[in-house]
């Protein structure tokens, strides 16, 4: 009897990984098409594409898009470079500060943390707007046309302090009290024994960093614009489209027919060029940024 329980039991486990593996094999795929869609619209004809639109495999290939993006190497190598640089460092240094704010916050000794969580809190729901943003930033703080204006508008935002804080809370306080009785200092507790342990949520927090300073074009565009030799790489490929738009809209055009000019190919391959190394990013960190963004949520 107790054979034929076991039998059922292993058959229905097997029936439900079955399903479960079907289920999450469709979703994949399901995620992935975009993904090739993308890729394949970037390789083909703009005048096919108007007439037929996008299919899974290029139409009438071709690398005109392409030739539009990096048609300036210089500038195009430019742009990854400096974006390259802002998050690497920006993704670094926002780590470090955040991490240390999130660890201050949630220790009960700190007899600020309950001031410094509502302001912290209260920049959530409430924010100065554009306008005065960008007065602050260019009268006062002199930052106009400076690289300087957009790495320290993405160091570190309210949310991210607050999920490196709920995940703070999940280290024993224990493990500082045990540093304090060895004679270490506060900063020596954190570097040491701390940091270590906010693995997953550094992960998780260095991921969102990341892809804020590598997707940013807004910033760019309101305090660099011309005043720089170099933009970041989504803000020059957004200056590539509007420049192919424009051109494809103009009366008098260029030498060449309107149909050649790439708009919706064009739109592809930049997001081909901007999203491809991030895409590469992602499976190293997934595994701590799943644990830290489920820490972060579920700790009060």
């Known amino acids: ?115 410094l969580s509502f302001f912290i809190y209260f920049t959530t729901l409430f924010s100065a707007g554009m306008a005065p943003t960008y007065i602050w930033v260019s009268r006062y703080l002199h930052l106009q046309g400076s690289y300087m204006a957009v790495f320290l508008q993405l160091l570190m935002t309210p949310w991210l302090i607050i999920l490196m804080k709920n995940f703070a809370k999940s280290v024993p306080y224990e493990i500082t009290e045990s540093g304090k009785i060895d004679g270490a200092g506060d900063f020596r507790i954190f570097i040491s024994l701390i940091f270590p342990m906010l693995k997953p949520a550094l992960a998780t927090v260095g991921l969102f960093l990341a892809l804020g300073y590598w997707n940013e074009w807004y910033q760019s565009s309101l305090y660099l614009g011309s005043s720089v030799d170099y933009k970041p790489l989504q803000y020059y490929l957004y200056s590539i489209i509007n420049q192919a738009n424009a051109l494809k809209n103009s009366v008098a055009g260029a030498n060449v027919t309107i149909t050649a000019l790439p708009s919706n190919t064009l739109k592809m391959a930049t997001a081909v060029v901007a999203t491809g190394p991030i895409v590469f990013l992602y499976p190293f960190v997934q595994k701590y940024f799943i644990s830290g963004i489920t820490v972060g949520a579920v700790k009060g």
């Open 1 to 115: 009897m107790k054979k034929s329980n076991k039998i059922k039991l292993d058959k229905s486990t097997m029936v439900l990984k079955i399903i479960s593996y079907v289920v999450i094999t469709l979703w994949a795929i399901i995620c992935i098409l975009p993904f090739i869609l993308i890729i394949s619209a970037s390789f083909s004809t703009e005048s096919v594409i108007s007439k037929e639109g996008f299919g899974l495999l290029p139409k009438g290939f071709t690398l005109t898009a392409y030739s539009w993006v990096f048609r300036y190497p210089k500038q195009i190598l430019g742009s990854y470079v400096v974006t390259i640089l802002m998050t690497v460092f920006g993704t670094l240094i926002g780590l470090f500060i955040i991490a240390m704010t999130g660890y201050a916050l949630q220790r009960k000794d700190f007899p600020f943390r309950n001031g």
